[in-house]
């Protein structure tokens, strides 16, 4: 079936403002949908995830082809507090949007997060059992289960630490070198892992799926793990300042209301061995980043 038309949620989001300007490339009707934000780029279509008619309205008159769901109350900490917003937006909208999909036989793509998992061990499988230890992982988890019920294709695609340029959030490697840049004393957890992921590439991986429809699960994440302290370390070698503002602190210092995975790596080898569109290394990343 061919591709007309893509709606994307959370467009001038993180991750959305890329994806909508990589599909642009390739597709003319991507309806850009927002809240509060307005993207700039795509068909700017408001959509609030918390209105049921909303979302059931907007999917009767657009009729997607394809929908990439990447909106969602991504603040751990609000969602920590505000559970039962979080779980409105990120597991009962998903629903909705889902059960919508299915009706128009559109090909659904949800966007769910490393913090699905515990973190004791990282380097997890899409197949390993998800067990979260904070509310936005469990609102994200109950998002995934939603698909159990779905008979149309669709995919879960899992990623960690999105990274990329924004105007309004500051990613990690974005503040490391601002405040190096100004030689700036800034903490860094040292014993907190990742598989930290460039935005720019997991959008391409996104864009592979849709037009090839490969369906179930799969982790979209860089192709390193890394401490947070030593991704600033990284960082601080391929901008050439000098690492000794970096202090270390650790998980247990953090005044944090939600608790956070220690490890929350993903195992990328079946996107490695699928997609054409492979898992960036943070150093190759990184050098894009900082030369654009
Ligand atoms: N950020 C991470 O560390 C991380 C890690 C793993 C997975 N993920 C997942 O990746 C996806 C994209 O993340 P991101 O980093 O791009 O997030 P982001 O920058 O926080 O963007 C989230 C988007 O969701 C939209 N949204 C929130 N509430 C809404 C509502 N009621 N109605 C409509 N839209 C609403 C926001 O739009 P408005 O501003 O217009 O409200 C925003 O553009 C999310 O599904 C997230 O769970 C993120």
Known sequence: MEITKILVTGSAGLMGIQVVKDLLDNHKQVYSCYNK?????????????????????????????????????????LCETETELAKKINTDAT??????????????????TDYVFDGKVGMKKENDEPNPINFYGK???????????????????????????????????????????????ISVIVDQYTSPSYVPNISKMIIEIIERKITG????????????YDFAVQISKIINANKQF??????????????????????????????KNKPEKIEDSLKSLFNQ
């Open 217 to 228: 699960i799969i982790h979209l994440a860089g192709a390193t793990k890394i401490s947070r």
């Open 37 to 77: 934000t307005k993207p700039k780029l795509g068909i700017i279509t408001h959509l609030d995830l918390t209105k049921k008619d909303d979302i059931v309205n907007t999917m009767n008159r657009i009729k997607p082809d394809v929908v990439i769901h990447l909106g969602a109350m991504t603040d751990v900490e």
């Open 139 to 185: 609102s994200k988890l109950d998002g995934e289960r939603v698909f159990k019920k779905i008979t149309t294709p669709n995919i879960i695609v899992r990623t960690s630490t999105p990274f990329g340029i924004h105007s309004k959030k500051i990613s990690f490697p974005i503040w490391v070198k601002k405040n190096l840049e100004l030689e700036k004393e």
């Open 95 to 112: 629903e909705i949007l889902a059960l919508e999909s299915e009706k128009h036989n559109t090909f659904f793509v949800y966007m769910s």
């Open 246 to 275: 970096l202090k270390l602190t650790k998980m247990d210092q953090m005044d944090w209301k939600a608790q956070r995975p220690a490890d929350s790596s993903l195992s990328v080898s079946k996107a490695n061995k699928i997609l």
